[in-house]
């Protein structure tokens, strides 16, 4: 959009208010807002980083399709310039005007599933915004609402007795936010104007653009300015490491971007599309994928991270670039009205470096199913299952000649070099060759010519050598029905 109408601030709801913002520093987060600006202090923080779940709000958002979802996100490293147009909902939303608590608040007190309390307005908000969604949660479906969320009190079992019992004090058909929701998609729909956002100048500029061809000519303008989709990363540039990100374009708001399609095998994915969003579709066509990505952070996480910022970001460790590159995925690029096509593999060139222009953005992945014929597995090793981050992190695709023999192979690590990368010496040593555990051990010795792996914090180099090893073996035995050893992703990284 060129040339399009400029509005000079920021415009949300928060819980019932509208509000309007004008002197905001593009780095500013939701917590701090929330807590020296607004008094609202039932919203905490404690690691700052997005882990442990006690800066929990929900914020509403209008689905391209029109309908208002509900998300827990962390506010701490939630940024206010991502949040135009959306509905943030803290604790002390809750509780009735007459006083009386929510179900939610309620089933926590009746089952002590609080003890110091720092947390559980954090717990509080994750179990709301299972609630709504699900009156009835099973057991799996709360222990994964609250992978963000972290009590060092309780021991879990009274709040998880609490979520199974929130229907019993209410239905969700009193729910304010459920009864009101259709007069919130007006008052949201209102805020819609079709204007690019700016607040500041110069090096202290904000920008949310109008659309994604503004977007596309906000970047070409001004290369240097950081681009914020998520914020799971970006935002522990600003809490942790203090740096300065400004000037900042928020993409948060660009439904063009968040699209996903399913075309002749090959699965479209904007580069804007959320974790969350993105399972319904992966776990139909890839659910190997699926299952990897309930692995990635807590639900706080998922509901705000996207795939496309993932591989923007470029990190060794990210969870999303390993197994994509293996199915051979590539990316459109963006710079202005031109677009290229790039592998994925080919993205990555060097530590913090990728084959990115000044002024170019992903637009969108794409990513071929694995066919019947072929053999597909991804194992991620962590120091915990849950919310952690990988050490080391495996994906494999594989396909058989009718007489055996290795057709074709495409093996690819994360934690094992300076960016995601493929094994190329290990997959020469297979392709060709019976897939026989006597070819997967003379295979497993390639890898010192691929990987050289560093010791770091999560694990030694010499533990992740190892396990690259162990994980091609493990993929040998899951696709020949050999008994397997005990499930990778739970081994413990030295």
């Not at 006083?99 to 309390?117: E, R, T």
């Not at 063009?256 to 994915?269: A, P, Q």
């Not at 390639?446 to 999560?458: F, G, H, I, N, T």
């Not at 090893?469 to 008994?483: A, D, I, Q, V």
Request: glycine share 10%; charged share 20%.
């Amino acid at each position: 959009m060129m040339g399009a109408t400029i509005r000079r601030e920021l415009r949300f709801i928060l819980n019932g208010q509208d509000i309007a913002l004008t002197g905001i520093a593009p780095d500013q987060t939701l917590l701090d807002w929330l807590r020296l600006s607004r008094q609202l202090k039932g919203t905490k923080e404690s690691c700052a980083e997005g882990d442990c779940g006690a800066c929990t709000v929900l914020v509403g958002r209008l689905t391209p399709r029109g309908s208002l979802v509900y998300e827990s996100v962390n506010a701490c490293i939630r940024f206010l310039g991502s949040l135009d147009g959306c509905h943030v909902v803290t604790v002390e939303h809750l509780s009735a005007s007459e006083g009386h608590l929510h179900p939610v608040q309620q089933a926590m007190v009746d089952f002590h599933g609080s003890q110091c309390g720092f947390c559980t307005p954090g717990f509080i908000m994750s179990l709301y915004g299972l609630w709504m969604q699900t009156p009835s949660p099973t057991d799996q479906q709360i222990e994964t609402a609250l992978q963000g969320n972290l009590c060092r009190c309780t021991g879990y079992e009274p709040i998880l007795r609490a979520a199974r019992a929130i229907s019993t004090y209410g239905g969700t058909d009193g729910d304010p936010l459920l009864r009101e929701r259709e007069t919130m998609i007006k008052r949201l729909n209102g805020l819609r104007d079709g204007a690019r956002v700016e607040i500041g100048e110069g090096k202290d500029l904000l920008v949310v653009p109008a659309d994604l061809d503004d977007f596309a000519s906000i970047l070409e303008a001004s290369p240097n300015a950081t681009v914020v989709a998520g914020s799971t990363d970006v935002g522990l540039w600003v809490t942790k490491q203090m740096r300065d990100i400004t000037p900042v374009v928020f993409t948060t708001g660009l439904d063009e971007m968040k699209s996903m399609t399913m075309t002749d095998g090959l699965v479209t994915i904007g580069a804007g599309v959320t974790y969350s969003d993105a399972v319904s579709v992966l776990s139909q066509h890839i659910p190997s994928l699926a299952e990897l990505i309930a692995r990635i952070g807590g639900q706080q996480v998922r509901n705000m991270g996207t795939i496309g910022g993932n591989i923007a970001n470029g990190s060794p460790i990210g969870d999303m670039p390993p197994p994509l590159i293996a199915l051979g995925a590539t990316l459109t690029l963006r710079r202005g009205a031109k677009r290229r096509t790039l592998a994925l593999q080919d993205f990555f060139v060097a530590y913090g470096k990728q084959d990115r222009q000044p002024g170019e953005f992903i637009e969108a992945v794409h990513v071929p199913v694995p066919q019947g014929s072929e053999k597909f597995a991804i194992h991620k090793v962590t120091k915990r299952r849950d919310e952690d981050i990988t050490a080391t992190l495996g994906a494999f695709r594989l396909t058989l000649a009718e007489d055996g023999t290795v057709a074709s192979a495409c093996i690819a690590y994360g934690g094992m070099a300076a960016t995601p990368k493929r094994a190329f010496a290990v997959e020469a040593a297979l392709i060709g060759r019976p897939w026989t555990e006597a070819t997967v051990e003379a295979a497993m010795e390639k890898y010192a010519d691929d990987y050289q792996p560093l010791s770091d914090m999560r694990a030694t180099a010499e533990y992740r050598a190892l396990v690259a090893k162990n994980l091609l073996l493990r993929f040998y035995m899951e696709t020949t029905s050999r008994p397997a050893p005990v499930k990778v992703s739970r081994y413990e990284a030295a």
